[in-house]
């Protein structure tokens, strides 16, 4: 089995960014030789059969360092173990059972996380033109849209190569209140839904859009797994996930306990401290574990790398079971108070136009 560079994602896995960019995985930056393809240039199994792509696949499997994949690399450089190491499993030299992650349904989303991007929610976007910060980059909104035809072209594709698919990442946005997300499962035949697994990253504040409902769907397909993100309970939940319903989304992770595959939070200076709680919150209430697989690295302005005092967060994390790496990386690196300054900016900022006190929800002085 080839170890240097080998990665699995590269063999089994689609996946463009909200932007468009056709990328290795969502940890990679972009491959100088996959610049050209973006959804707007390329279907989605144009980009994965692609010649470039086969001398990466290729590279790979003699063990040459990729560019793009520098993340991991740099996580091992530092003794660590990397996604590529975590996650990795050896699926063989060609392409099969792929699983498709393609951004292309848009970035319609009920939500405004305060670290979430811009281009990955529409109300974010839209509450972010009222806030004077530069931690995310502004585009106008067109930036964040792709077309309606290269969406179609890209729908087009990937029904046109369903036989090759056993998984579905839809992402968004938040995907269930995404209009083409539900469009594109109507029309994927009633014979192939028995042989894909869907896999979705939500919010979980809405289960049902318009004349759709999920519940519709689960017997059609081999299987829904849902991904659920949670950042926090009660009102910090409510602050970092604003302006979601708590009420509702506990009700929901009741009422579609069985499809939750997994919740996973993304740590930031705003939940760091309290990671032992939430863990034992959702795990008393609900009977479900918490994974702490992401962390706030863009921006880096929210990063815990920025806490003032580090040393209690390590030992913290170093009791906990099952922390990953990266945790302990992104620590320590070093901090940077003009970027912490920004965060605490950003925060009374956003105070001071939602109504709400950072400062009293979380119990500590931020600002
Ligand atoms: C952009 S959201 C889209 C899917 C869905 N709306 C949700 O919240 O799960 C995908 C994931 O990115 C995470 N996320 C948001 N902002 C992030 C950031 N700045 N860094 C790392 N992960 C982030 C969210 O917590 C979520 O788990
Ligand atoms: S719910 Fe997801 S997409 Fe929407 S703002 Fe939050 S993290 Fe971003």
Redesign the pocket.
Known sequence: MPTKSYCEKPFTHIHSH?RGQYKLCCHASVHPKLEKYTIRTARPFEFFLSDEMEEIRNDMLEGKAIPGCEYCYQIEESGMKSPRLTNRKFSGVEPHSVGVQVRIFGST?N?S?Y???PF??STKNKELKNIDTDIFVKYDSEFYQIDDESMAVSVQDVLDNIELIDFITI?????FVMSPHWEFLDRIPKEMRKKISLRY???LTKLHHKKWHLLDYVNDFKSIKL???V?HFKEKLAWI?YPIDVNQFENNLMEYHKYIESM???I?LLNVHDVPQIVDYYKNNFGLPLELK??????PE?SIKNLADKQPVIDMFTELNDVPDVIFHELNKPRDEVEYQKFVDYVRLLDQKRGTSANKTFGWEIY
């Not at 992402?171 to 995907?175: H, L, Q």
């Not at 992401?294 to 921006?299: R, S």
Request: hydrophobic residues 35%.
């Open positions: 909200a989303c939500l996380c670290m979430c991007f990955n929610s992402i968004g946005g938040e995907p990253q939500t919010n991904f659920v993100s950042d996930r996973h939070m993304c930031g992401n962390i706030v690295q863009q921006p929210l």
